[in-house]
């Protein structure tokens, strides 16, 4: 045990050893209960293989009647705007209930009080009136990336389905949001 890190640690700085202890063995606390902290990341978070599936969702970003092509942005930008589409149509679809809701309210629900429950709450959910300014955010978010000379936005999705054969299916497209500047 001397010659290792902890051994060296506990013979020269008695404090030190004892801080960074109690963070491996909060470490394995946190790793035993399931919960992800950075930079400790468990297996399942990007090792675990993903379902194949016959079906995908494929959003359409339309400015002035032109479709932007997502492919022409940045990693970053497109990770960004997809990113935020995939939420946004998330929340429209199940009426603005949130997956972190359940999180919240199993880790806070009786252990805090009602007040501060609803304080976490509206502090880390979207309410319904931030779900409504999506689109105008994305239109400002877009025209400060210099991709926006116009003020109207249109936002949709198609589904890619595959038979049993591989051919592919298209849906018509939906439109989920949409913003024209007054």
């Given amino acids: ?24 063995l909060g470490q394995l606390f946190f790793t035993f209960k399931g919960v992800e902290t950075f930079p400790f990341l468990n297996y399942g978070m990007y090792s675990e293989p993903m379902l194949a599936t ?6 359409q970003l339309t400015i002035c009647g ?4 997502l492919t022409s942005l940045t990693d970053c930008e497109k ?3 997809l990113n935020s589409i995939q939420h946004y149509d998330h929340l429209k679809q199940s009426n603005g209930k949130e997956k972190t809701e359940e999180v919240i309210d199993h880790r806070f629900k009786g252990k805090v009080g009602d007040a501060t429950l609803r304080e976490i709450k509206a502090k880390l959910l979207n309410s ?6 999506y689109p105008k955010w994305l239109m400002k978010y877009l025209a400060d990336m210099r ?3 116009s003020s109207t ?4 999705k198609a589904t890619l389905t595959y038979d049993s054969k591989g051919n592919i299916t298209i849906s018509s497209p939906v439109t989920i949001g949409e913003y ?3």
């Fill in 147 to 149: 991709m926006v000379n």
């Fill in 180 to 182: 024209a500047e007054q």
């Fill in 54 to 59: 016959d079906t995908q969702t494929i959003y």
């Fill in 128 to 133: 319904p009136s931030a779900i409504e300014r």
């Fill in 1 to 24: 045990m001397k010659k290792t890190y902890l051994g060296k640690l506990l013979e020269y700085d008695k404090p030190l050893f004892g801080v960074v202890v109690l963070f491996i």
């Fill in 153 to 156: 936005l249109n936002l949709s």
């Fill in 79 to 81: 990770d960004m705007v």
């Fill in 66 to 69: 032109q479709r932007i092509p």
